[in-house]
C-alpha cells in the first residue's frame, strides 16, 4: 500500500473541516443603510450560530434574534416598547445584508452595508398591504401632536402631547401622551405610556391625503383626516374645512 504524503492528509482534513468553517463565519459588526430617507442602524454580535443586535430607523428601536444558517439569516425584530414584532429574514452578500422585515403579509425590505465599505444602492420600501391600500411610507413612524392653552387670567395654562405610531402594514399604536398644567400658584403634570396597537384601526393614504378606517362590533367608519404635506421632521394636515394641525416626527 502506497505511502500518503504529509500534503495529502493536510488536504484531506481541510476539505472535511471546510464545511464547518463556512457556518463558523462571524458577520457581527455595525451595519448602515436607509428607509424612506431616514437612517436604519444595525448592530449584530454573535454567539456561534445564534445572532442577537439592535436595530434602530431613527424614531424605534428593535431587538433582533436570528439564527445564522451558512449565509442567511432568520429570526425576529421586536420594538422595545410597544412590543409588535416582525419577521426577520436576511442573506448576507459579502459586506452587505439583504434584509427582509414582514409583519401580516407586508415586507419591507433594507440594503444594509457593514460599516466602512461601499454603500449599497438606496432600496425602497413595500408600500401595499395584504388590504391592497396604498401607504405612504413617509408616514410609517411616530408622530406627536402638541396643544397649548392660556387661560390669559392668572396666569394658568396647560399643555397637552398626544402621539400614535403608523405601522407599514397599516395598523395604528398608540404612541403614549403627555399633560401638563399650571398657574402663579399650582402646576401639574399626568404622563401614559401608550396602550400599544389600536384594536379595529387602520389608516392608509390616497391623492396625498391621509384616512383613518375604525371597525368596531362588525361596524366600520373611514374618516379622511385630510391632505397632508412635510417639512424637515413636521407633517402638516389640512382638513376638509381649512382647519390645520401639526404633528412632528420623533
Request: charged share 15%.
Amino acid at each position: 500500500m502506497p505511502t500518503q504524503s504529509p500534503a495529502h492528509w493536510l488536504t484531506l482534513f481541510f476539505l472535511a473541516l471546510l464545511p464547518g468553517l463556512l457556518l463558523a463565519q462571524d458577520y457581527s459588526g455595525q451595519y448602515s443603510g436607509s428607509l424612506n430617507g431616514d437612517a436604519v442602524t444595525l448592530s449584530l454580535k454573535s454567539n456561534r450560530d445564534q445572532y442577537t443586535g439592535e436595530l434602530y430607523d431613527g424614531s424605534n428601536r428593535y431587538a433582533v434574534k436570528a439564527t445564522l444558517r451558512e449565509k442567511n439569516l432568520s429570526g425576529t425584530c421586536t420594538e422595545v416598547n410597544l412590543g409588535f414584532s416582525f419577521d426577520l429574514a436576511g442573506m448576507f452578500q459579502g459586506n452587505n445584508l439583504q434584509l427582509q422585515l414582514t409583519m401580516l403579509g407586508v415586507t419591507q425590505e433594507l440594503l444594509l452595508q457593514k460599516n466602512g465599505t461601499q454603500a449599497p444602492a438606496a432600496k425602497t420600501s413595500t408600500t401595499t398591504g395584504a388590504d391592497r391600500k396604498q401607504r405612504d411610507p413617509a408616514l410609517v413612524g411616530k408622530w406627536t401632536r402638541q396643544e397649548n392653552y392660556n387661560s390669559g387670567y392668572g396666569g394658568g395654562y396647560m399643555s397637552s402631547e398626544s402621539s400614535l405610531v403608523f405601522l407599514a402594514d397599516g395598523r395604528v399604536a398608540d404612541g403614549g401622551s403627555r399633560t401638563m398644567v399650571g398657574g402663579s400658584d399650582f402646576s401639574g403634570n399626568s404622563s401614559g405610556a401608550g396602550s400599544g396597537i389600536v384594536e379595529g384601526l387602520t389608516w392608509y393614504t390616497e391623492n396625498q391625503k391621509l384616512y383613518l378606517t375604525a371597525t368596531e362590533k362588525g361596524k366600520t367608519q373611514t374618516e379622511c383626516l385630510g391632505k397632508y404635506g412635510f417639512h424637515e421632521n413636521a407633517m402638516m394636515i389640512t382638513a376638509q374645512d381649512g382647519t390645520k394641525a401639526l404633528f412632528y416626527r420623533n
